[in-house]
């Protein structure tokens, strides 16, 4: 059984995510956390799907505060073999759950060029010119979060 969880900073379950961060968003453009890197996270919501056998955090999230009515989605990520499987669309979904509960009206995100289409299927829409973050091409995106968008 997959369990979605908000997950306390600097916990067992935390270090599971910044591994899983690493190992997917990070390693692969040749990227390491930095300790400053990691401190962004104290104040964020954290969130993950814990996964069984073994347990483990096979998808994760960030949702950091802009302002009393915005959230940026950052940090999105799906350990390699859970993809194809719809977590991804779980944990976003999860996301979205969470920052309507806490009153926020619009999520924004910066997404991998190679992502966008991911989620374009989720009535995200991209917003002004492509650019580069980290070294490779990103589009920003974001979402109202009514009832007709979700």
Known sequence: MILSVLIEYKSEPYNEMVALRDKVLRKPLGL??????????????????????PRRIGACCILTRIDKDVVKLRQMAVDDSLRGTGIGAFMLSFAESVAIKEGFGKITLHARKIAAGFYLKYN???????????????????????????
């Open 32 to 53: 390491s956390f930095t300790e400053h890197d990691l401190a962004k996270d104290a104040n964020d919501i954290l969130l993950g799907l814990s996964i069984p056998r």
């Open 124 to 150: 995200y829409n991209i917003v002004g010119e492509e650019f580069i973050e980290v070294g490779i091409p990103h589009l920003r995106m974001e979402k109202n979060l009514t009832p007709a968008n979700l």
